[in-house]
């Protein structure tokens, strides 16, 4: 069994991750999934969440929203609809994302399909989750 699995995360506009890393956790439409070196091999519906992986000794996150999983001989694809670092998420963006989704799903008068109000809630809040994880930074002595 191999020490590490290679992790590859990506959107239809870009390449997110190629790394080695030492586990994954990653949302998939019925529940979160834990992933070690060696796992078995699976294909999965991704879900919409945030996702988290583990290298060095640190973890890093992102927001994740639709797509697939696919692991393979310690290689761990994530195809995902859309994507976005923790780092990159804008918070100001994501709260006013998620209260114009709240408003359209428990205001049924705009005409909004509510599954896609609801989608966009899930999305708005795995990026505010994702956000709300990053590490601080270290202050400079």
Do not use: C
Not at 99 to 113: C, H, I, T, Y
Not at 116 to 121: E, G
Not at 132 to 138: G, H, K, N, V, W
């Amino acid at each position: 069994m191999a020490d590490v699995l290679t992790l590859e995360i990506v959107t239809p506009e870009r390449l997110l991750v190629r790394e080695d890393v030492d586990a994954v956790q990653v949302p998939a439409v019925n529940g979160y999934l834990g992933i070690l070196p060696g796992h078995a091999p699976l294909v999965a519906e991704l879900g919409t969440g945030f996702m988290n992986f583990e290298t060095g000794g640190k973890r890093w996150y992102l927001a994740v929203h639709d797509g697939y999983l696919e692991i393979l001989n310690n290689r761990v694809r994530v195809l995902a609809t859309a994507a976005e670092r923790a780092e990159e998420i804008d918070v100001e963006r994501a709260k006013t994302d998620m209260k114009k989704a709240q408003e359209r799903v428990f205001n049924p008068s705009l005409g909004v399909d509510p599954a896609v109000a609801l989608s966009a809630m899930a999305r708005a809040q795995a990026r505010l989750d994702a956000a709300a994880q990053r590490q601080p930074e270290t202050p400079a002595r």
